[in-house]
């Protein structure tokens, strides 16, 4: 165990260069967890469980760890951007080459497959992302008032409430209860198809509360191909 440095107050261990979190528990087996967006390793483990066997099993998973981290760390959730000419913008799954142009007021357009945004002169940073961020949510907007109905009415589940926000670790959320669904802002960026899926999916959990076979039933009667627009979304 050579290799192990462990912080006794934290339950923090080191195992191959990657600091692993401990956490001991009332439970029978172990579960491991890479989570976004630093890409954390954790361990959940039972009391009576041995250091060496918590060490061989978290060797044996070193491999499967370190492609998930390498894919949180990749994985771009953020839409800060400086949003210069040169820079790319996304919408809908298509791509735009940006190009700046000065002017009295903030306005973009995408023309000819570039998209030209006008700001004002001196404009930051903070401010060009702060602006398209709106732009961004003033579009996905639309899009959610004309496709959510679609898929309440085929389902025959409707929510109360729905709203956007920028979410890092998910592309939706839903709270059966009060019968309402978060968006993340980001899905602006992807394909159409992407917020079709996500509607559909924080709709299923206001009938299903988890991802068992109800779950994948559900989504395979009202969307047959949900499972290779999931892996477009994780990727």
Known sequence: MADLRRNTSEEVWEVQGISVRILRKRIKNLHLYVKPPEGRVEVTV??????????????????????????????????????????????????????????????????????????????????RETWIREWYRGILKAAIEERLPVWENRTGLFCREWNVKDMTTRWGTCNPSAGRIWINLQLARKTPECLDYVLLHELAHLKIANHGADFGAFMDRYMPSWREIRKTLKN
């Open 46 to 127: 039972p009391h009576w469980l041995s250091e060496g066997e918590i060490l061989r099993f978290i060797k044996g998973k070193m491999t499967w760890i370190r492609k998930q981290r390498e894919r949180i760390l990749q994985r771009d959730f953020s839409l800060q951007e400086d949003y210069l000419s040169g820079d790319v913008l996304h919408l809908w799954g298509q791509a735009y080459p940006l190009s700046i142009q000065e002017g009295t007021i903030y306005a973009l357009s995408l023309d000819s497959g570039r998209a030209v945004f006008t700001v004002r002169q001196g404009s930051s940073a903070a401010q």
